[in-house]
């Protein structure tokens, strides 16, 4: 599915994205300066939120494929989650 049809699905994940990125830099950031324990418990926090989006996103697909078609909602997911990621760093310091 591409064109207008593909524009919810990529919309939606692609703001459950920078939701989750928004809510994982929220819960890193306060122990920033902590020992590293405190942190990778913060970080695995954020990880787990990552993993719970890909399970909303695949909870939308089997649920409403014609709504939520695979290929435009992974898209928007990963499209703006990938990112956020990798660029996560900079944005805590």
């Not at 919810?8 to 990125?21: D, E, K, M, Q």
């Not at 697909?61 to 709504?67: E, F, K, P, Q, S």
């Not at 990621?85 to 310091?93: S, Y």
């Given at each position: 599915t591409?064109g207008?049809?593909?524009v919810?699905?990529?919309?939606?994940?692609?703001?459950?994205?920078?939701?989750?990125?928004?809510a994982?830099v929220?819960i890193?950031?306060p122990?920033?300066?902590?020992?590293?324990?405190?942190?990778?418990?913060?970080?695995?926090?954020?990880?787990?939120?990552r993993?719970a989006?890909?399970?909303?996103f695949?909870?939308a697909?089997?649920?409403?494929?014609?709504?939520f078609?695979?290929i435009?909602?992974?898209?928007?997911?990963?499209?703006?989650?990938l990112?956020l990621?990798?660029?996560?760093?900079?944005?805590?310091?």
């Open positions: 591409s207008p049809a593909a919810v699905p990529g919309l939606v994940c692609g703001a459950l994205a920078t939701a989750i990125r928004l994982a929220a890193v950031r122990v920033l300066g902590a020992p590293f324990r405190k942190l990778l418990e913060r970080w695995t926090m954020g990880m787990a939120l993993v989006g890909v399970i909303l695949a909870v697909v089997l649920i409403d494929r014609a709504t078609p695979p435009p909602t992974a898209f928007g997911y990963l499209g703006v989650l990112p990621l990798f660029m996560e760093m900079r944005f805590l310091r």
